[in-house]
């Protein structure tokens, strides 16, 4: 059968399972070492989501939009014609097309960096929300994180998953109100 597009997938699982483990051995072990193991586990997972997030390939139907979407976003040197185009042409949020038109300034037209530095900002976020409200099952957060959310809507939901992380951002700002 097509077992070989699966093998990614169950190799991706058992790294995190694998860091859970670490982190696991690391809350044991409260000398030196037990902390270097804990930012070692928080740094892999990290990259290795990250990473499994952007270079799937083109994952889900939105994708395909997003990545048009970018080919036709100017750069903030293109001419004033060009954004008119462009605002009129994509009917997307002003912030979103704001956010778009830096990113692409930034990384020029290299998709994959757009969608690594979306996936950077988005992990970093729930890393902060994570290691605030989830402090005994970190690792184990981000495994639910894969299985539900992760994996497949990072891209599916680009734009949505944006407000998203700033409510995460203000969940604190409510709970001290």
């Not at 597009?5 to 670490?22: C, K, P, Q």
């Not at 981000?142 to 299985?147: E, G, K, L, R």
Request: proline share 1%; glycine share 2%; net charge positive.
């Amino acid at each position: 059968m097509y077992i070989q597009y699966s093998l990614a997938y169950i190799a991706f699982f058992l790294v995190i399972v694998f860091l859970f483990l670490v982190e696991s051995i690391s809350k044991n072990n409260d000398l030196l070492c037990g902390k270097s193991l804990s930012i070692f586990s928080y740094a892999t997972l990290f990259l290795v989501l990250n990473y499994f997030i952007c270079c799937r390939g083109y994952v889900g139907s939105d994708v395909k939009a997003y990545y048009t979407f970018y080919q036709d976003t100017p750069t903030i040197f293109s001419s004033l014609s060009k954004f008119n185009n462009f605002f009129k042409s994509w009917n997307y949020e002003k912030g979103f097309s704001i956010y778009s038109i830096i990113c692409k300034t930034l990384f020029r037209d290299s998709f994959l960096a757009f969608q690594f530095f979306n996936s950077a900002i988005d992990l970093i976020i729930l890393h902060s929300c994570f290691k605030k409200y989830c402090k005994e099952n970190y690792i184990f957060c981000w495994f639910f994180f894969s299985i539900f959310y992760g994996l497949y809507y990072e891209m599916y939901v680009l734009r949505n998953v944006k407000s998203i992380m700033i409510f995460f951002l203000s969940i604190q700002y409510i709970y001290d109100r």
